[in-house]
């Protein structure tokens, strides 16, 4: 499974950015799927999870509120529409795959990871 995110960008702080991950080679409904973010010096971060369908998902307590996953299984493709962005989610997010459909929270857990896109939020 290859996963390509876009979507990132340079932001004011209360702007918003929507991500876009597209998956190829796998059967995307078979995959939870979940968005993680690295800011430099830290460690790789969990977001936000959807499950295969789409009914259940799951946030940070960082971005509760202010961002929603989802997924469009048709298009192969699940997004992270961010709003009120603030300058501490300045980061590199990735979005990344999971066989298990164990709803992972923990970065370990996934199995396929796409590239990274850079998310800069301005004061």
């Known amino acids: 499974v290859q996963l390509q995110a876009s979507g990132g960008g340079l932001v004011q702080a209360g702007g918003s950015l929507r991500l876009s991950c597209t998956a190829s080679?796998?059967?995307?409904?078979?995959?939870?799927m979940g968005w993680f973010r690295q800011a430099q010096g830290k460690e790789r971060e969990f977001v936000a999870v959807?499950?295969?369908?789409?009914?259940?998902?799951y946030y940070a307590d960082s971005v509760k509120g202010r961002f929603t996953i989802s997924r469009d299984n048709v298009r192969n493709t699940v997004y992270l529409q961010m709003n009120s962005l603030k300058p501490e989610d300045t980061a590199v997010y990735y979005c990344?795959?999971?066989?298990?459909?164990?709803?992972?929270?923990?970065?370990?857990?996934?199995?396929?990871w796409g590239q990274g896109t850079q998310v800069t939020v301005s004061s």
């Open positions: 990344a795959a999971e066989i298990e459909s164990i709803f992972a929270t923990t970065s370990r857990l996934y199995d396929y």
């Open positions: 080679g796998g059967t995307f409904g078979n995959y939870v």
């Open positions: 959807i499950s295969r369908s789409g009914s259940r998902t």
